[in-house]
């Protein structure tokens, strides 16, 4: 059942003013109001016109842990084992996703084979690394002037780390190859490519649970 936000800002007492001084604008009605951490499950709705603001909680910690730790294990399989598996006039060739980069670096595409290993191999797994460090700082304390020192970097980087992340196109690519070599050759998907797509799914989920203004706050409660 959806529970509503504050009536008003002014509502809002100051002390948790300060805790949360982030805005939300209704996308309907043009009202500004005062974001704030909600309970698993509630939604939060424009005290004016009821319009949904957000309904997704801030992130959780060991949730995000978790996820992490799953696309780690999924990112090394992902890109060294074989995504797919071509058998076409007796000749039989599998490849990876690196063995794909350098094999259209090696055609005269050298900018579109950097394109590939940056945003398939490289930058999820920049991503993947960055939010683990991120979760261990922040569930150990954030009591040394290094944890957060790296915690700020490497919050000032999440963005760019995010639009690196491109996953989602090279799992369509597997299914357009497919489907286009289907009518001239077997096509077959390995396990890496089960992999890739698992690592997929984990990122998703993973930068779903993610908020980047909750994940800043921690430097303002410590």
């Known amino acids: 059942m959806d529970n509503s ?17 982030t805005t939300v604008l209704c996308h309907a009605c043009d009202l500004v109001v ?9 939604r939060a709705l424009c005290p004016r016109c009821h319009t949904a603001l957000y309904d997704t909680p801030y992130c959780s910690i060991n949730g995000m842990l978790a996820l992490c730790i799953t696309a780690l294990i999924l990112f090394w399989p992902a890109n060294l084992l074989p995504v797919l598996e071509l058998q076409f006039l007796g000749s ?19 900018i579109v084979g950097a394109a590939v290993i940056i945003a398939a191999v490289l930058g999820p797994g920049l991503l993947i690394v960055s939010i683990l460090i991120q979760i261990i700082i922040v569930k150990l304390g954030l009591n040394s002037r290094l944890g957060r020192s790296t915690l700020k970097i490497l919050l000032k980087q999440q963005s760019l780390l995010s639009q690196l992340s491109m ?6 690519s597997f299914l357009v ?23 997929f799914l984990s990122v998703l989920f993973l930068m779903r649970e993610y908020d980047l203004e909750h994940m800043w706050s921690y430097l303002d409660e410590a």
């Open 34 to 42: 005062i974001k704030r951490a909600l309970p698993v499950n509630v």
């Open 5 to 21: 936000a504050p009536d008003n800002a002014q509502n809002i007492s100051p002390r948790v003013r300060r805790q949360s001084d």
């Open 167 to 172: 996953l989602e196109i090279y799992v369509i």
């Open 92 to 110: 039989f060739r599998t490849t990876t996703v690196i063995e794909g980069a350098y094999a259209v670096a090696s055609q005269g595409f050298p």
């Open 177 to 199: 190859t497919a489907f286009q070599l289907s009518d001239f050759a077997d096509i077959h998907f390995d396990l890496g490519t089960f992999c890739f797509t698992m690592l």
